[in-house]
């Protein structure tokens, strides 16, 4: 059974692009995974990618980023569909939160998983506001109108 075989928790390595865009495919996370560029380099700015593998088969990252002494912000977290409910996510946040008891983490759940991280113990905000991106809405790489 594919569960039961172990799973390796990385910290230290950067998975090339195409697994991250498959894994998020898959998943489903919405990103945009048919523009590589981009995707790379949102990559290349975080400076939280903790990622989790089986048999050498990426199978769950969670991408973020801290100042290392306050603030974090968890931006993606994506686990294999075949594997979800396996404690993989639980242990990808936990790894994130070791980082410093200093760091007071926030992140953005995506629709399908809005409820997801409140039996891990994080508390829904109230006090969040965003901007929409200038492309939102429009298919990656097409023109501002």
């Known amino acids: 059974m594919q569960d039961s075989l172990p799973i390796e928790f990385r910290r230290d390595y950067r998975p090339e692009i195409e697994l991250i865009a498959a894994l ?5 996370l919405r990103r945009p995974t048919s523009d590589l560029p981009r995707l790379r380099q949102m990559y ?3 400076n939280v990618v ?11 990252i969670l991408r973020g980023w801290t100042d290392g002494a306050y603030h974090g912000y968890i931006c ?4 294999a569909p075949d594997l979800q409910n396996a404690g993989i996510g639980r242990r990808l946040l936990a790894m994130a939160l070791e980082m410093s008891p200093r760091i007071e983490w926030i992140l953005r759940a995506s629709v399908i998983a809005k409820d997801y991280y409140r039996h891990l113990g994080w508390e829904k905000i109230d006090n969040g506001w965003f901007v929409k991106r200038a492309d939102a ?3 990656a790489g097409a023109p501002a109108t």
Do not use: F, H, K, T
């Not at 998020?24 to 489903?28: I, S």
């Open 24 to 28: 998020y495919d898959a998943a489903p």
């Open 44 to 46: 290349e700015a975080a």
């Open 50 to 60: 903790l990622s989790a593998w089986q048999q050498g088969r990426l199978v769950g």
């Open 76 to 79: 993606d977290l994506a686990i």
């Open 137 to 139: 809405g429009r298919p």
